[in-house]
């Protein structure tokens, strides 16, 4: 049986295409039982706070596969990764400074014509980053219908609309 597993699997870092492809399969498995655990928000929010864990994982499990790290050490250290995100991501939820804290805050860039020099800056964001938001958005280069953009949390730019 432990000969099947070490053809399978291999050891170390002299894996075979075979057996880096059986690591693939059965990390991807366990990168999907992480996600899960993780909960949607993961991939769903796409905040610098969610970003970290994807980052984190990618690297971590991909040591797995071409064999650069022991397989059980560094799927438990991808776990604590994901316990980790789920406990910070409870801890967002019951208080709201913590959630400014780890999750950042939305910065109105743009209000009734003009930029607002302070959030942008604060943001590292240009004018240009804004219109090109606004066109995009919009499909006019004109900024004359737009009441506000903001700068969310999750670095896209939202733009709301004038009512007309």
């Known amino acids: 049986?432990?000969?099947?597993?070490?053809?399978l699997f291999g050891e170390g870092k002299d894996l075979g295409p075979l057996q880096m492809g059986m690591r693939a399969i059965v990390v991807f498995v366990i990168a999907l039982v992480m996600i899960r655990v993780s909960g949607r928000r993961s991939f769903g929010q796409r905040s610098p706070f969610d970003l970290v864990v994807v980052i984190l994982l990618g690297a971590t499990l991909s040591r797995t596969i071409?064999?650069?790290?022991?397989?059980?050490?560094?799927?438990?250290?991808?776990?604590?990764?994901?316990?980790?995100?789920?406990?910070?991501?409870?801890?967002?939820?019951r208080s709201h400074?913590?959630?400014?804290?780890?999750?950042?805050?939305?910065?109105?860039?743009?209000?009734?014509?003009?930029?607002?020099a302070h959030e942008m800056h604060a943001a590292l964001i240009t004018r240009t980053d804004?219109?090109?938001?606004?066109?995009?958005?919009?499909?006019?280069?004109?900024m004359d219908n737009v009441a506000a953009a903001i700068l969310e949390r999750n670095g896209e730019v939202s733009v709301i609309r004038k009512n007309a």
């Open 130 to 142: 804004v219109q090109e938001s606004v066109r995009q958005k919009t499909g006019s280069r004109s």
């Open 1 to 7: 049986m432990m000969d099947a597993i070490y053809v």
């Open 97 to 116: 400074g913590f959630e400014r804290l780890v999750g950042g805050v939305e910065r109105e860039v743009y209000a009734n014509g003009t930029f607002n």
């Open 66 to 93: 071409v064999g650069a790290s022991p397989f059980i050490g560094t799927v438990v250290a991808s776990f604590v990764i994901v316990m980790c995100h789920r406990m910070l991501a409870w801890a967002c939820m």
